[in-house]
């Protein structure tokens, strides 16, 4: 007789174990047989018999109790399987369903929406299962060195790459700087030609030089400057006037070696392309509304620009091959002066709301919705700027006559996703980006 090896998987055993005891019963019997020849078989039964009875029972106990701890677990198991299938489920609702989505990233952080499953799982229909996806507070800003005088309407930053962060001072001065991301400080550059009043815009289309517009609104046309970008100055005798007059209400974009300008009063709108590269101007189609105050442009990539039309909550997109508008979603609030619009990397473009509030909100592209984020520190108005400088952050001048300068370090969206189902209960923090996702946690009571 060989002894079962308890090396082997131990599921194994309780079977292995029997198989044993009734060989090593059959051997007992077998020896009483043999014994029997001399008159002593029923001594030698009852002594198998007793030997069974102790060896199987205990091992039957096992095996009863094995059977029972083993539907225990399947249970676990199935109640595991549900709380994970939620998660999953949250995480494809977020990746997929825009107005989900918008209204997680817009819902009060302490009264998270509950989400439905569509059908029972394992058992658990969508009333047994709790889902709950709570959105969590997107970047942080951070004070950095302020401006020596206050900064208001004209004002306007633009970055090129490398390490000036360009900033008009606005507020009827020729105030250019630089803030250098290398020492985090500002430096003063030379003034521009003329004083900085309402409009005053910068853009940067590419190559070697930046172009401004500072003044000429109120029914003049409007007079475009540039700054030489390899020796560090102004040239004073190069000016192109605007096709067209120019209201108070402008701003440019630089994408593709050409200058985008909107610009005007109410319905008196004028939208052209300035080509650097052949120094010549585009009439292009107007933007089916009116403009006002907090009117901004940026662009997206090399076939698409986005708009803030001002004085309201309207968003737009032109499309630069067709030469068209479309209406977009709405701004989360009205933008006013100090408004201002900014690509970041991937499928965002974040916005300052102006007019004295703090609202700071992200643009989705590709679902077409507004996320709220970390609002301002202060106050955002006239001369409100904002630029990013590469994938972690950017950069925002408050305006309204202070001297705040701050910068915004960017996250990517986050989400706490808690999934109940039985006794089994998952807590996970999910990262999204475009449409990809990755988990930072996922803990399971």
């Not at 209204?103 to 709950?132: A, C, K, M, R, S």
């Not at 390490?163 to 020729?174: H, N, P, R």
């Not at 907090?294 to 708009?307: E, I, K, Q, R, S």
Request: proline share 5%; charged share 15%; hydrophobic share 35%.
């Amino acid at each position: 007789m060989k002894t079962p090896d308890l090396r082997q998987n131990i599921h194994a055993l309780p079977d292995q174990a029997v198989r044993w005891a009734g060989k090593l019963i059959k051997k007992i019997f077998q020896f009483s047989l043999i014994r029997s020849e001399q008159g002593r078989s029923l001594p030698a039964a009852l002594i198998a018999l007793a030997v069974g009875s102790l060896l199987l029972s205990p091992f039957l106990s096992f095996v009863s109790s094995r059977s029972l701890g083993t539907t225990a677990a399947a249970e676990t198991f199935q109640e595991q399987y549900a709380a994970d299938a939620g998660v999953e489920y949250a995480i494809w609702k977020l990746l997929n369903d825009a107005a989900f989505r918008n209204q997680v990233d817009n819902n009060d952080p302490e009264d998270p929406p509950i989400l439905t499953l569509p059908e029972t799982i394992n058992g658990f229909d969508p009333d047994d299962h709790y889902l709950e996806v709570t959105a969590l507070p997107s970047g942080s800003w951070i004070p950095k060195e302020s401006l020596n005088d206050g900064i208001n309407k004209g004002a306007d930053l633009v970055y090129t790459g490398g390490d000036c962060v360009y900033a008009l001072q606005g507020k009827t001065t020729k105030g250019f700087y630089c803030f250098q991301l290398s020492t985090q400080s500002w430096t003063s550059l030379p003034d521009t030609p003329i004083d900085v009043k309402s409009p005053g815009n910068l853009a940067y289309p590419g190559g070697g030089y930046i172009y401004g517009i500072f003044d000429k609104g109120q029914g003049n046309k409007g007079e475009l400057y540039r700054f030489n970008l390899t020796n560090g100055q102004w040239d004073n005798n190069w000016i192109k006037d605007t096709p067209g007059k120019l209201g108070n209400n402008v701003d440019m974009a630089g994408i593709n070696g050409k200058i985008y300008i909107l610009g005007g009063q109410g319905n008196n709108v004028d939208f052209w392309a300035y080509d650097a590269n052949n120094s010549n101007w585009d009439t292009l189609s107007r933007i089916p509304s009116k403009v006002g105050e907090g009117v901004a442009l940026t662009a997206y990539d090399n076939d698409t620009l986005f708009a803030f039309q001002g004085n309201d909550n309207g968003f737009w997109e032109y499309d630069i091959s067709s030469d068209s508008w479309n209406a977009l979603a709405n701004a989360p609030g009205t933008v006013k002066g100090g408004g201002s619009l900014a690509y970041h990397s991937g499928i965002y473009v974040y916005a300052l709301q102006g007019g004295g509030n703090t609202g700071f909100w992200r643009y989705d592209v590709t679902m077409n919705s507004w996320v709220v984020l970390t609002p301002t520190p202060a106050g955002v108005n006239d001369g409100g700027s904002l630029v990013f400088t590469n994938h972690e952050g950017g950069f925002a001048l408050r305006g309204g006559g202070s001297t705040d300068f701050w910068e915004f370090n960017v996250t990517p969206p986050q989400y706490d996703i808690t999934s109940q189902a039985g006794n089994i209960t998952i807590s996970s923090r999910i990262e999204l980006e475009g449409s990809t996702n990755a988990i930072i946690f996922w803990d399971i009571e």
